[in-house]
Protein backbone atom coordinates (compact mmCIF):
# COMPACT_ATOMS: atom_id res chain seq x y z
CA UNK A 1 0.00 0.00 0.00
CA UNK A 2 1.18 3.27 -0.76
CA UNK A 3 1.84 6.62 1.49
CA UNK A 4 -0.92 8.53 1.67
CA UNK A 5 0.49 12.44 -0.01
CA UNK A 6 -0.34 15.24 1.88
CA UNK A 7 -0.28 19.20 1.13
CA UNK A 8 3.13 21.04 2.11
CA UNK A 9 0.17 22.04 5.43
CA UNK A 10 -1.22 19.16 5.99
CA UNK A 11 2.55 17.95 6.44
CA UNK A 12 4.38 17.22 9.96
CA UNK A 13 6.38 20.38 10.55
CA UNK A 14 9.22 18.05 11.11
CA UNK A 15 8.29 16.39 7.62
CA UNK A 16 7.21 19.55 5.63
CA UNK A 17 10.52 20.58 3.48
CA UNK A 18 8.57 24.08 1.63
CA UNK A 19 7.64 26.83 4.10
CA UNK A 20 4.05 26.69 4.24
CA UNK A 21 2.02 29.90 3.13
CA UNK A 22 0.41 30.41 6.72
CA UNK A 23 4.16 30.26 8.34
CA UNK A 24 5.76 33.22 5.70
CA UNK A 25 2.47 34.77 5.00
CA UNK A 26 2.92 37.96 7.25
CA UNK A 27 6.63 37.87 6.09
CA UNK A 28 4.90 38.55 2.83
CA UNK A 29 2.16 40.92 3.47
CA UNK A 30 5.18 43.06 5.10
CA UNK A 31 7.59 43.27 2.32
CA UNK A 32 4.72 44.46 0.39
CA UNK A 33 3.54 47.04 2.49
CA UNK A 34 7.29 47.83 2.02
CA UNK A 35 7.04 48.26 -1.33
CA UNK A 36 3.81 50.05 -1.31
CA UNK A 37 5.88 52.89 0.34
CA UNK A 38 9.39 52.50 -1.50
CA UNK A 39 7.48 51.78 -5.19
CA UNK A 40 5.67 53.39 -7.83
CA UNK A 41 2.49 51.13 -9.47
CA UNK A 42 2.21 48.84 -10.67
CA UNK A 43 3.92 46.45 -8.96
CA UNK A 44 4.49 42.58 -9.27
CA UNK A 45 5.34 40.24 -6.62
CA UNK A 46 7.23 36.91 -6.77
CA UNK A 47 7.44 33.76 -4.17
CA UNK A 48 10.09 31.41 -4.43
CA UNK A 49 10.57 28.63 -1.70
CA UNK A 50 12.75 25.99 -1.38
CA UNK A 51 13.00 22.52 -0.15
CA UNK A 52 15.59 23.55 2.44
CA UNK A 53 12.97 25.56 3.84
CA UNK A 54 14.98 29.17 2.83
CA UNK A 55 11.72 31.76 0.82
CA UNK A 56 12.52 34.58 -0.97
CA UNK A 57 9.59 37.56 -1.34
CA UNK A 58 10.05 39.99 -4.39
CA UNK A 59 8.15 42.72 -5.41
CA UNK A 60 9.13 44.42 -8.80
CA UNK A 61 8.27 47.79 -10.80
CA UNK A 62 9.60 48.49 -14.43
CA UNK A 63 10.19 51.50 -15.84
CA UNK A 64 10.21 51.31 -19.75
CA UNK A 65 12.48 53.05 -21.82
CA UNK A 66 11.04 56.27 -22.80
CA UNK A 67 11.11 57.43 -26.68
CA UNK A 68 14.97 58.96 -26.91
CA UNK A 69 16.51 55.88 -25.05
CA UNK A 70 17.12 52.18 -24.68
CA UNK A 71 17.28 51.80 -21.16
CA UNK A 72 14.69 50.56 -18.48
CA UNK A 73 14.45 50.73 -15.27
CA UNK A 74 13.62 48.00 -12.54
CA UNK A 75 13.24 48.97 -8.79
CA UNK A 76 12.60 45.75 -6.58
CA UNK A 77 11.94 45.79 -2.71
CA UNK A 78 13.62 42.02 -1.89
CA UNK A 79 13.60 39.51 1.52
CA UNK A 80 15.21 36.77 1.58
CA UNK A 81 14.95 34.27 4.23
CA UNK A 82 19.03 33.40 5.05
CA UNK A 83 19.59 37.12 5.21
CA UNK A 84 16.40 38.05 7.38
CA UNK A 85 16.62 41.98 5.70
CA UNK A 86 14.76 43.50 2.95
CA UNK A 87 16.77 45.33 0.20
CA UNK A 88 16.04 47.85 -2.25
CA UNK A 89 17.67 47.61 -5.83
CA UNK A 90 17.56 49.64 -8.81
CA UNK A 91 18.73 48.01 -12.24
CA UNK A 92 19.37 49.70 -15.85
CA UNK A 93 18.39 46.76 -18.43
CA UNK A 94 19.66 47.91 -21.79
CA UNK A 95 16.72 47.07 -24.04
CA UNK A 96 18.96 46.48 -27.16
CA UNK A 97 21.27 44.15 -25.81
CA UNK A 98 19.02 43.00 -22.63
CA UNK A 99 22.88 43.36 -20.48
CA UNK A 100 21.88 44.44 -16.52
CA UNK A 101 23.63 46.51 -14.28
CA UNK A 102 23.08 47.03 -10.38
CA UNK A 103 23.13 51.10 -10.22
CA UNK A 104 22.24 50.89 -6.27
CA UNK A 105 21.16 48.25 -3.34
CA UNK A 106 20.49 49.47 0.03
CA UNK A 107 19.02 47.74 3.25
CA UNK A 108 15.91 48.70 4.21
CA UNK A 109 14.72 47.02 7.33
CA UNK A 110 15.44 43.27 9.35
CA UNK A 111 12.90 40.85 9.54
CA UNK A 112 12.88 37.45 11.65
CA UNK A 113 12.38 34.46 9.59
CA UNK A 114 9.40 32.43 10.70
CA UNK A 115 10.35 29.32 9.52
CA UNK A 116 11.45 27.20 11.81
CA UNK A 117 15.06 24.96 11.84
CA UNK A 118 16.31 24.51 7.75
CA UNK A 119 17.04 21.64 6.43
CA UNK A 120 20.94 20.28 5.95
CA UNK A 121 21.53 19.40 2.35
Known sequence: MSQ???SPEQQLSDE???????TIGPVVD??????????DAP???EIETWEDREFL???IHWS???VNTRYGYETAIQYHSDRETVEAFLIE?????DERERLLKT?????PDPVGEKIAE
Not at 16 to 22: A, D, K, L, V, W
Open 43 to 45: RSV
Open 16 to 22: RQIPSIE
Open 64 to 66: APG
Open 57 to 59: VRI
Open 30 to 39: EVIDIARREL
Open 93 to 97: EDTHT
Open 4 to 6: PHF
Open 107 to 111: ELETI
